[in-house]
């Protein structure tokens, strides 16, 4: 009730409890004296005047001095002139502990470290208020001299009793408290059953307490281990609140049976045997309470090393695994509620990294993970499974509702503006979602085709959605290509790819005497043993951009072996590489070449680096600079797979090329078509105004090869002259003559 009264009528209301409890704490106190001039074996008053000062401040404290005189006027009568000295103690003792302890951090006082600094707090407290106090007493003629040093002791004890026992409880039960830096939900202590069990122990070991004490015998306070065993136990098992409460209750009701001398237990009367029970009550009221603190830090720390390795830092949202392992009994479920998982990818982050800075990427990534979980249901799930990517699961969705859902939050993204350094910083996203019920598909074969859809998605140019179905045949077949690129990098990582040659063969005479080849490539697949085509694995290569890698891999492989076998290298005319269309706008790729061919022994002349037509005229100025740039270190350039790209020839005047290599679909159909003669022929007649030679591919058979010499073709290559084999091989072939 009180968090809805405003705020000063509630600060009054709680100053009014805490003044009501303080008077009832003196009011108890009262009861457990034997006369005037007895010291209160217990005073709980000051735990309570300890916590009201701690959690609200100093200048609330004038309720303490309020409280002690209202004690005196109603519960306990005093001479007048020690009324003073009374509320003078416990309000200076009050002040001085708690200064002391608020000059220690107050973000946690559940720890071991504040409950040790708290129990130097309280003994300040209550030696200040002793030392006033039993001064007071002998000022008014209450004590003599000879009575000062056991009432001393017995004030400082009992109000060390009391903040021991008392304050903690008041200070975890105050409304809106402060100090906890981790609060647990119930969730993460024991179950209620274990609850209910542990408050009907604690009734019970105060009822046995007194059932055993009222058979009296001098050994009758051992039975205090019956309550102590208890607090124990909650101490290990539950929050540190019933610990404290514990510790209130038993102390109250031992100082009670042993102040009033019931339930056989015998009255504290002799100043020794006072100060004895006083400090073994203040013993079993600490200990059990610092136990629970450490627990409580145990706790912390364990729930600390769980987030970290469940929460992602910049984000706060799920991390991978965590997201993982809460789709598990998701999709173990029996239901057939309609699920969806969404795969959502940020388009060109990249170029917010590299001209604004990573910082400014992280400070958009944080922003956009708030917009999307702004736009989740409390049913859903968000994770952040990587740098720009997040992986969502969509409830109840049906796939109309999941797109919708998703092509909603693109918006809320799209329109997203993060500042940074005077900057206005924005993105967009692309989504693949896959829908699902629980039990048919497993986790990685989801996200497989979640991440599928989402790459689809930016192919098409992103800030999209794309739907993927378990069995759409295009996702499966981009899954399929992006399985081969995990076997690609293996193989580059491992050097298991396989250089091959094939002979390019002169077709005309005085084609002079020199070795002209083209290296070709072979994948090694380890678990069946096969060497596999580039057919089967460049698609998915350049799909994925590493089809530059992949040259520069062959390069220097090829250039490595040739300059380890110097004889073979210096038998070599032409050594004809191909290239992927990345090389083209791969900035770094000529100097790459470049840096390579200077450390080679291997002349550069007789290099011939072999490029499509359709790479070729896809970007015609840039493909001239990629080509001069070669030719300038000394290589030489092909025009590959000729005739298949283009229909025009007015583009060849700006490529400066040293060979045309006629498209092989039109060799095999030379007898069976005039159309593919004529487009060989044309070809090779091009190539020779241009000053250039002809290399006919897949010449396969005598009658092509002897069409091809009557057209006048400079080179065959194909299956008629040889097959592609091994590099070792193919030159130890050469070398014995069988070939």
Known sequence: ??????????????????????????????????????????????????????RYGLRVAWFVPLGTLLVHVLFEPVPRSFVPWSMASNFLGVMAGAWLMRRQPMDDLLTVR???????????????????????????????????????GRWL???????????????LLLPGRAGQRRRFADSEYASEAERLGWNIALMASYLLMAWGGSYGGNYALGLVALPLGVMVWSAVRLPPRFTAIASALTMLLIAGLAGFGTAGYPRATDPLDSLYLLVFLVEVAALPLMLAFAMHQQRVAASVLKHRANIDPLTGLENRNAFEEGMRP?????????????????????????????????????GVAGVISAHMRSEDRVARTGGDEFALLLRNCTPMVAEDRMRALLRAIEGYRCGWNGQMLGTTASVGIVTFLPGQADYAQLLSQADAACFTAKEQGGNRVCLASLDAGELLDRTAAMRWVVRIREALEKNTLALYCQSIVPLQP???????????????DPRTGERLEPAQFMPAAERFRLGTRIDREVISQTLAWLESHPEAAATVESCCINLSGE????????????????????????????????????????AQRFINQLRELGCRFALDDFGTGFCSFNYLRALDVD?????????????????????????????????????????????????????????????????????DEYFGLAETGGR
């Not at 129990?119 to 007071?136: N, R």
């Not at 550069?604 to 037509?613: G, P, S």
């Open 1 to 54: 009730m009180l968090p809805d009264m405003p705020a000063s009528l509630r600060r009054i209301t709680i100053l009014l409890v805490l003044l009501a409890l303080y008077v009832a704490g003196g009011a108890y106190s009262s009861l457990l004296r034997g006369g005037p001039d007895e010291v209160a074996l217990f005073w709980p008053a000051a735990g309570i005047g300890l916590a009201g000062v701690l």
């Open 114 to 152: 504040f409950g040790l600094h708290a129990l130097g707090g309280s003994l300040v407290m209550a030696t200040v208020s002793a030392i006033i106090g039993t001064t007071g007493m002998l000022h008014a003629g209450m004590i003599v001299t000879e009575q000062l040093p056991a009432s001393a």
């Open 157 to 171: 004890l009992g109000d060390l009793l009391g903040a021991t026992s008392i304050a903690p409880a008041v200070m």
């Open 330 to 366: 998701v999709l173990a479920e029996t239901s057939t509620v309609p699920m969806a998982l969404a795969y959502l990818d940020l388009d060109h982050l990249k170029l917010i990294n590299d001209t604004a800075s990573h910082a400014a990427g992280d400070q958009l990534i944080r």
């Open 510 to 524: 005085g084609a002079g005497s020199g070795r002209h080849f083209e290296v070709l490539l072979r994948l090694h």
């Open 583 to 622: 090389a083209v706008i791969d900035e770094g790729f000529i100097g790459f070449v470049a840096e390579r061919l200077r450390r080679s022994s291997f002349p550069a002349r007789h290099l011939c680096f072999e490029l499509t037509e359709t790479s070729a005229v896809r970007d015609l100025a840039r």
């Open 659 to 727: 060979y045309f290599k006629i498209d092989g679909s039109f060799v095999r159909d030379m007898h069976h078509s005039p159309m593919a003669e004529a487009v060989v022929r044309s070809i090779n007649e091009i190539a020779h105004v241009l000053d250039k030679k002809s290399i006919a591919e897949h010449t396969e058979t005598e009658a092509q090869r002897q069409a091809l010499q009557a057209l006048g073709v400079d080179f065959g290559q194909g299956f008629t002259f040889d097959a592609p084999t091994p590099i």
